[in-house]
């Protein structure tokens, strides 16, 4: 997804997740005496503490540091009207620049790893009845972020979560705050909660973002939770179902099976649609792919869809079965209903190897889209991997033993999917189905879509095999800068499982 900043702040390095935790005092917090509970202020009523430094913080400009303690909540109702009752985000004191009518910079030296990236994490909230707060932080050298806010119309304090990631290039980081340029009244911005700990995105972030240089790489840990089984996500099982001649025996085991396949999966997974689309070849009187159904949960309507199902053609051995996977991957959401935070799942079953891109009796260009074009070609296999990767769809492909090995070659080809086999009459359809979803679990493939820029440099390792249930996995994701755009939005995915979408800004 293109996206142009109109601005960018200058920095190294920033990494914003939201969703944020209130408290920076965890055990790994590098920071010391973070949330400024150090010393503890004696007194009721918003107590007040000026001191040239404080326990793990020093001045650089000002005359005095003021930590400040919020008011007893019960003492609060007997103060008169307009006071300032602000309230620490963490703990019970937070910092107030802008003492004694000078702004403030404070500082804290920390000793870090050259090279490794941490996650910054603070808390700003304007004074109450002021309009003019700043709130200026740097890292070493690099100006990470410049914030206003106004404070006009709050009684108490409000306050708003900030995390960046910054990398160290050094064994010492100064890590800094001021408000340099707000008005020097004794009314300065509070600042609260600051915590600094190694970078690790979690895969369910409901976003991050992430700010590169032209000249430097941005790594970027992402930690994926392995669900604790194959029905532990809703599912979206779109069969698509081969019925050229050879599947005609095959239809009367297909029809009685469907009733249990549906009751087996819902056991599995209660929340699971069913959906069901059809193809067969390109030779006249043929089609290379149907939708007979969109994913549904109403099950007698897939029952009676398959139960319409009639088999013919297939003059020739390759079948459509690739051109019927794109279309699977195009149609997803417009067309075929397909959920957001779901496991979607594909199931391609066939007995017949399957036509790509240049294969008999060629045509134009396959163009990728949800138009099936008179005079197209069948798509690449490199095509229908994009498409696939963009819908988050998983493709299990149901083969005879015949094809079982061409099928594990595409699976390979597009770098996910399953393959089991199938018995010549369809008859084990329920247990390699069951089978499938438990292998497509433990298997994982993550890749990077919407990257219109090229901002993704390598993801490693990029797929997991054999993965426990219920376990976590990290992929490290090494972002740099293309020479292209000045922002986009990429979308970090687990196939199967789920998405961190990215928001890459360039600092140029």
Known sequence: MKRILPWVMSVLLAFTCLNISPSSAAADNLVVNGSFEEPVLNGDYGTVDFQPSFKGWDLSKGYLMEIDRETREDLIPYLPPESVIPKAKDGKQYVQLDSIQQVTQIYQDITTEAGQTYELTFSFSPRPYVSDNKLNVKWGDTEIVKLEASGEGLSQSNWQDYSYGVQADSS???????????????????????GLEP????????????????????LLPVTIPIPEDSGTLPLDLMLTQDVTGSYRDDLPVLRALIPDLVEELRALQPDTTFGLATFQDNNPGEYVYRTELPLTTDSAAFEAAVDKLTANGGCDYPESSLTALMQVAVRAESELNFRQNTRRVAIVSTDATYKKAGDPPGGTPNNGDAVLDPGEDFPSVPQVKQAINEANVVPIFLATTNVVSTYNDLVSQLGVGAVVELEADSSNLIEALKEALEVINQNLTIVAVNDDYGYVESIEPDRFEDVAPGSEVTTNITFKYSGLGTGDEVTIRALGIGDLVVDVQVSL
């Open 172 to 194: 010492t980081t100064r890590l800094s705050f001021d408000n340099i340029g707000e008005f020097p009244d004794s009314k300065g911005s509070y600042v609260d909660a600051i």
């Open 199 to 218: 970078l690790v995105c979690k895969l369910g972030d409901e976003k991050c973002q992430i700010i590169i240089t032209p000249d430097e790489k941005f």
